[in-house]
């Protein structure tokens, strides 16, 4: 297999040519057993750049060299003779020889497992920690401070202070062959910009890929991603295909288009993710209404091709949450949007926009089923930060985690918990999760505003002076900004 290899900048830097095993031929139980392998979630990772920007820590990142051969097999598996190697007797059919393989080979389902057991093996010799919540990111304390390994598949980014990482580098070359690429600027789709005031994580080169791929490139922009709709049944633009409505053909590239916003969302961009969610639910039968949305998206991009997260330096780590529900945000299913925003030193690492599996009745309860959401997450992001700044050799503060909610019904009844009532009696108790947090200590649930409530960014569509304001209190800012006048503007 033939790939080429691109920069930060979408520029070819090297071509290569790799043995690649069919592993779609592969039995279960007999070729192989276990293939899972984790690898570092986005959030993780927003949190360890929070981290290094707050405390202001050095990133390096480090490549593995075909990083799949070092692992071992646990299965007996043979191949084909590979075109060029030489069989004993070159006369006589290639097809009677079989080669067996000793390890892990790019293509075998198993690999990616193999390497992470390898690595992890080599790593928890050497000291490190790793616990469940955060199975990719090894951490190990030294006398003056602590090295970070975050692994993703044959990248890894160490993050520390400048003697931590030297010795971390020095350790995984003696048993791996290593690139050393330098301080971080190109991570897992990322360009990740190293400022005076702090670090920038941004997706500009990407965007301008998408735009010129669905030409787009010259297009008039846009100040926000979606139309103020108006949720009237008729009149509501992101509305079902009607019967006198045609669906789009294979020529328009619909689903393309969800899945590069998608991944933008995700990513660097949450300040989209509500237009792409609400876009993305009619992937199976889109119309022309669709398509505009989608070009909508498209034409905001074009103006804010480089808008990111912006972490600045010696921020407090605290993390606060804000969480809002969108009431029958789909009035056609009667069905409500969930949205949650976790901000960690003033930016955002983690996010969702998703429409709620179950019909609401009131506001109330879509607001509940919002915060039970947003308690989930956070129940996790509070056991993986405090893992990592606990192996650091930081003293956490076991203070809760603040999480605001515009409904002030739904915070008076996280205060009581589950009371059976006519108006409460038909939502299900486990919704009510919150409150044995904030009981336990672990979250505590205040009221805030609707006009201060930056979850409503991922709710509904917003006028563009409110939307400008939710994007800018999650810490998102414009790089020529951030280089021409300190990240003072939006």
Known sequence: M?????????????????????????????????????????????YLISLAAGLNLKMQMMDVVIA???????????????????????????????????????????????????????LLKKGYVNNPDSPCVFIRKSQKGFCIVSVYVDDLNIIGYAEDIEEASAYLKTEFE????????????????????GIFVHQSTYC??????????????LKTPMVVRSLEMDTDPFRPKSDDEKSLGPEVPYLSAIGAL???????????????????????????????????????????QDLGLFFPKNQDQTMVGYADAGYQSDPHNGISQTGFVFLCGGTAVSWRSCKQTLVTTSTNHSEI????????????????????????????????????EDNAACVAQMETGYIKSNMTKHICPKYFYPHELQNEGEVKILQVKSCDNLADLFTKSL??????????????????DLQGSGGDHL
Not at 289 to 297: D, N
Not at 376 to 397: D, F, H, P, V
Not at 463 to 480: D, Q, S
């Open 178 to 197: 290593m690139k050393d690429l330098g301080e971080t600027k190109f991570c897992l789709g990322l360009q990740i910009e190293h400022l005076p005031e």
């Open 262 to 304: 998608m991944y933008l969302a995700n990513c660097t961009r949450p300040d989209i993710a509500f237009a792409v969610n609400l876009l993305a639910r009619y992937s199976a039968d889109p119309t022309r209404r669709h398509w505009v949305g989608v070009k909508t998206i498209l034409r905001y991009l074009k103006g804010t």
């Open 68 to 122: 799949y051969l070092y692992g071992s097999l646990d299965s007996e598996i043979y191949m084909k003779v590979p075109d060029g190697l030489r069989v004993p007797d070159a006369k006589s059919n290639r097809n009677m020889y079989n080669v067996k393989l000793q390890r892990a080979l790019y293509g075998l389902k198993q690999s990616g497992r193999m390497w992470y057991n390898r690595l992890s093996e080599f």
């Open 463 to 480: 006028p563009a002076v409110t939307f400008r304001k939710c994007v800018r209190g999650i810490g998102m800012r414009h790089l020529r």
């Open 369 to 404: 089923i919002s915060l039970y959401e947003a308690a989930r997450e956070c129940a996790w992001l509070r056991r993986m930060t405090n893992y990592i700044q606990k192996s650091c050799g930081y003293n956490t503060a076991n203070t809760p985690t603040i999480i605001y």
């Open 208 to 221: 301008k890929k998408v735009l010129e791929r669905f030409n787009m490139i010259k297009a008039h922009p």
């Open 2 to 46: 033939f790939v080429r290899k691109r920069d930060a900048n979408n520029e070819v830097v090297r071509y290569k040519a790799r043995l690649v095993a069919q592993g779609f031929t592969q039995r279960p139980d007999i070729d192989y057993d276990e293939t899972y392998s984790p690898v570092m979630s986005g959030t993780t990772f927003r």
